[in-house]
């Protein structure tokens, strides 16, 4: 069983930058990407950004490219969202979660079996 925890949420003004990190336990033979989703106020969730399990591939939602970066260091098990330029808009509760290999020719992390708790990213002057 895959265990992820989410951490360095918190308030941050606009123009602002946040790290956020996921700490992944346990063991799961058929995992192969991490990424991250997140969820605004009364809106449903959606996918961010996406890592394959030796860092090569990421992908990432139309509105956070050019501003927020994915990595991981391996030895630590963590995986990282740099966010940069950080708008209201990225307001949320943000998700670390593990995808399955994806079908051929398909978007990786489009369907999570796992998921964190999350953690609070307030954007707000």
């Known amino acids: 069983q895959l265990q992820l925890a989410e951490s360095g949420g918190g308030l941050v003004q606009p123009g602002g930058s946040l790290t956020l990190s996921c700490v992944v336990s346990?063991?799961?033979?058929?995992?192969?990407?991490i990424g991250w989703y997140r969820q605004a106020p009364g809106r449903e969730r959606e996918g961010v950004s996406c890592?394959?399990?030796?860092?090569?591939?990421?992908t990432y939602a139309n509105a956070v490219k050019g501003r927020f970066t994915i990595s991981k260091d391996n030895d630590k098990s963590t995986v990282y969202l740099q966010m940069n330029r950080l708008r209201l808009g990225d307001t949320g509760v943000y998700y670390c979660?593990?995808?399955?290999?994806?079908?051929?020719?398909?978007?990786?992390?489009?369907?999570?079996?796992?998921w964190g708790q999350g953690t609070q990213v307030t954007v707000s002057s």
């Open positions: 979660i593990a995808s399955r290999p994806p079908p051929f020719g398909q978007i990786p992390c489009q369907e999570p079996v796992s």
């Open positions: 346990g063991s799961s033979d058929d995992v192969s990407h």
């Open positions: 890592i394959d399990e030796m860092g090569s591939t990421r």
